[in-house]
C-alpha cells in the first residue's frame, strides 16, 4: 500500500505563488515518476508536470514558464512551485506516482487532492 499525502494548497490573489508537496508513504522500494495533475470544475484531469526519477521533466500546456517541479529522493517528496497564478489555475491538484511495490510490481497512487483557488 502506497500513501501519498499532499499538502500546500489555499486562496491565493492573482499573481502570487504557491509550493504544493505530496510526501509518499508506505511499500516502496522504488519511485518511478512523480508528477501533479489538476482537475477544474466541469474540465477532465490534466498532467500539470511529472519528474522522473532521473530529473527529466515534463509539463501540461505552456505552464514550464510559470511552474517548476522538483524532488527530493531521500524524502520522498516531490514539489509543485507554481507563480503568476491566473483564475484559470484554480483547480484540485492531485499528486501522482508510480512506485515500485516489490520486485514484479508497479503501481500507480494518487493523492486525495489540494484545492487551490485563485482570485483576481
Known amino acids: 500500500q502506497v500513501q501519498l499525502v499532499e499538502s500546500g494548497g489555499g486562496l491565493v490573489q492573482a499573481g502570487g505563488s504557491l509550493r504544493l508537496s505530496c510526501a509518499a508513504s508506505g511499500i516502496i522500494l522504488s519511485i518511478n515518476t512523480m508528477g501533479w495533475y489538476r482537475q477544474a470544475p466541469g474540465k477532465q484531469r490534466e498532467l500539470v508536470a511529472s519528474?522522473?526519477?532521473?530529473?527529466?521533466?515534463k509539463f501540461g500546456n505552456s505552464l514550464e514558464g510559470r511552474f517548476s517541479i522538483s524532488r527530493d529522493a531521500a524524502k520522498r517528496t516531490v514539489y509543485l512551485q507554481m507563480n503568476s497564478l491566473k483564475s484559470d489555475d484554480t483547480a484540485v491538484y492531485y499528486c501522482?506516482?508510480?512506485?515500485?511495490?516489490?520486485?514484479?510490481?508497479?503501481?500507480?497512487?494518487w493523492g486525495q487532492g489540494t484545492r487551490v483557488t485563485v482570485s483576481s
Open positions: 501522482n506516482a508510480v512506485v515500485v511495490t516489490t520486485l514484479t510490481t508497479i503501481v500507480t497512487s
Open positions: 519528474i522522473t526519477s532521473a530529473g527529466n521533466t
